[in-house]
């Protein structure tokens, strides 16, 4: 699933490439079920001029003219592209006609993704939006620490949940977890505030990083002008079980942490007894 530094750099390119542009229309072959109805998106978004593109947690959204937004949510392998015209796939799910002959092509190859049409003042009670907790890169890292300082969940837990830090998934959190040295199923309020800070810092290096790296490519991530990531060359543990820990050569293990495949170093992030 796409992440924060996926969904980023997507909002980036769109923004420069689309600002300013007009939706002249639309075509349709196939929207997702949880997408709004092709007539909703069509009648509020066509004939108006794309404003700002931008980033909240993993949704990508664009605003139109007259106070109208569009929100995409990618989910597992939604793609939004913009470049020239091309013939509908059986993955397509709406095409954006824009006034220059571009399209902007959003398409989901397992339909959990999808898009929906807010009239002026409705974003903000959209519930994915209301239940969106803060941005890492835009929160200092001790106050993040203090949202988990004395839950007694696991850590690993606490960075995937949306409410409490925004746009983190399964990639970037065990990556910001080996580099702080942290197991993944310690409990947060085990871990102190120097440790919780650490993490959070570390977090905010590995998003930035993956931005300017375009990003991870695995399997169907890739930008608004269809290029693929490169941090994926910069993994320290996803999706590396058994082989050599950077660090220490170790080999590395994984486990099911919070419901999700988890990898880590057991020598560079030892679970203490009792911790």
């Known amino acids: 699933m796409p992440e ?3 969904v980023e750099v997507i909002a980036r390119g769109l923004d420069r490439s689309l600002k300013g542009r007009t939706i002249s229309g639309a075509d349709v072959p196939g929207l997702t079920r949880l997408s709004d109805s092709a007539e909703r998106i069509v009648s509020l978004s066509c004939g108006r001029g794309v404003g700002r593109v931008y980033r ?6 664009m605003e139109l003219d007259g106070g109208v937004v569009l929100g995409f949510h990618l989910r ?8 020239p015209a091309r013939a509908a796939t059986s993955h397509d799910r709406i095409f954006l ?3 220059d002959g571009s399209r902007l092509m959003f398409s989901d ?8 049409a807010f009239g002026p003042g409705e974003l903000e009670s959209w519930d994915f939006l209301q239940r969106l907790g803060p941005e890492p890169l835009e929160t200092p890292a001790r106050e993040l620490a203090r949202r988990v300082a004395s839950r007694k969940a696991g850590i690993k837990g606490l ?13 970037y959190a065990d990556e910001s977890l080996f580099r702080a040295g942290i197991h993944p199923e310690a409990k947060a309020d085990r871990l102190g505030m120097d440790r919780l800070e650490r993490l959070f810092s570390e977090l905010q290096g590995v998003l930035r990083q993956a931005i300017a790296e375009n990003g991870s490519s695995i399997r169907d991530y890739v930008n608004a002008d269809g290029d693929a990531g ?5 993994f320290r543990v996803y999706g ?12 590395l293990q994984a486990r099911t942490v919070a419901g999700r495949t988890s990898t880590f170093c057991p020598h560079c992030q030892c679970l203490k007894p009792g911790k």
């Open 4 to 6: 924060l530094p996926e």
């Open 56 to 61: 909240r947690g993993k949704a990508l959204l």
């Open 76 to 83: 597992m392998t939604g793609r939004i592209v913009h470049g």
């Open 97 to 99: 006609c824009l006034d």
């Open 109 to 116: 190859a397992r339909k959990f993704g999808y898009v929906r």
């Open 159 to 171: 960075l995937l949940n949306q409410s409490v830090v925004a746009g983190v998934g399964n990639i």
């Open 230 to 234: 490169a941090f994926q060359n910069s």
């Open 240 to 251: 590396r079980k058994g082989c050599p820990c950077t660090c220490c050569n170790t080999p």
